[in-house]
């Protein structure tokens, strides 16, 4: 394998989360098989993506045309499998987007190269790429080989590769790339943004998340004030979204969101895996729980066996007291 690839997505004036991610992994895969890590940008106007992209990219390619401005799957299609065809990379990678998976299948397809798709890891073995996929609803983890082929097509799922700092210094290229047709058959009519309160709880450095253990609605409030004291957002589990305490926006897990804060502090919440797949990629996870066997514990950094509504008032007096000192 000669290099990695990965393709960045954007929208709405801003790289896509996803894309940082799996720029991180690519860096990563790139430096322990010494193979150079390449990016690729398109649309209009794209040049500050492509300047962001040279921090972890040895080279970036850019291609501007006004068919690529909006994500269409089958223009972008036209162009990624002409790249491939051209650089022949080892790997391309992409986030497990709605994006990519209205693309990668159709171009798996046309090249005749192998797709796993969702992945939450990839690393080498024995000079080979490997993969792990999560299997039976996340009960479960599968690592997966390749068949034999000069390239192979990976999207990772959001939120399951850690962010690395870009320290690189890549040079960006330029090229041209002609449609033979137009594909206007699809055409792009906008964005519909699901809103939420203001709230993104994907975005929070601190993460007070809320299980059934809080017992009743009412006793939120104190779990609000927690996470103010803290400079935090509540999220929660899906039972406290199916009790219609808090709206689906803050539901971490499985069929909710998934998260990377600097602390996930869970109150009151088992730990079923369809919550852990959401936020084992926090840095430091603290739980509070009566049942000293609650799954969540054995993912958490720091545990207290007990009542959530009677440590969390403790919790707010204190830190509240401390912060006071330092004000």
């Avoid at 000079?127 to 599968?142: E, P, W």
Wanted: overall charge negative; some cysteine.
């Amino acid at each position: 394998m000669s290099s990695i690839l990965v393709v960045a997505e954007h929208r709405n004036q801003t790289l896509a989360d996803v894309s940082y991610q799996v720029l991180s992994k690519g860096r990563q895969l790139a430096d322990q098989a010494q193979m150079e890590l390449l990016a690729a940008v398109a649309g209009v106007d794209i040049d500050a993506y492509a300047k962001e992209l040279t921090r972890w990219a040895d080279r970036v390619i850019i291609v501007n045309n006004d068919q690529l401005e909006e994500p269409l799957a089958e223009p972008y299609q036209k162009l990624i499998a002409h790249l491939i065809r051209e650089i022949r990379p080892g790997i391309v990678l992409m986030g497990h987007s709605s994006f990519a998976m209205d693309l990668v299948p159709s171009l798996s397809v046309e090249l005749g190269i192998p797709l796993v798709t969702d992945c939450v890891d990839i690393f080498w073995q024995n000079g080979d790429i490997l993969v792990t996929r999560s299997i039976y609803n996340g009960k479960a983890n599968a690592s997966y080989s390749f068949a034999q082929s000069e390239t192979i097509l990976i999207t990772g799922r959001v939120g399951e590769f850690p962010v690395e700092e870009g320290q690189r210094q890549g040079w960006i290229e330029e090229i041209e790339f002609a449609f033979e047709e137009e594909c206007d058959y699809k055409k792009f009519e906008g964005y519909l943004e699901v809103e939420a309160a203001g709230v993104d709880i994907t975005q929070a450095e601190v993460l007070v998340s809320v299980g059934r253990g809080i017992k009743e609605k009412k006793n939120l409030e104190i779990v609000e004030e927690l996470a103010r004291v803290l400079g935090g957002v509540v999220s929660c589990s899906r039972p406290v979204v199916d009790y219609g305490w808090l709206p689906s926006e803050r539901q971490v897990g499985l069929s909710g969101k998934t998260v990377q804060p600097k602390l996930y502090l869970g109150l009151g919440i088992s730990g079923a895996f369809q919550h852990v797949v959401g936020m084992k990629g926090a840095r430091m996870t603290v739980a509070i729980n009566k049942d000293a066997k609650a799954p969540i514990f054995s993912v958490a950094n720091y545990g207290i066996v007990d009542d959530v509504l009677k440590v969390v008032p403790a919790l707010v007096n204190k830190i509240s007291e401390l912060k006071g000192r330092t004000e």
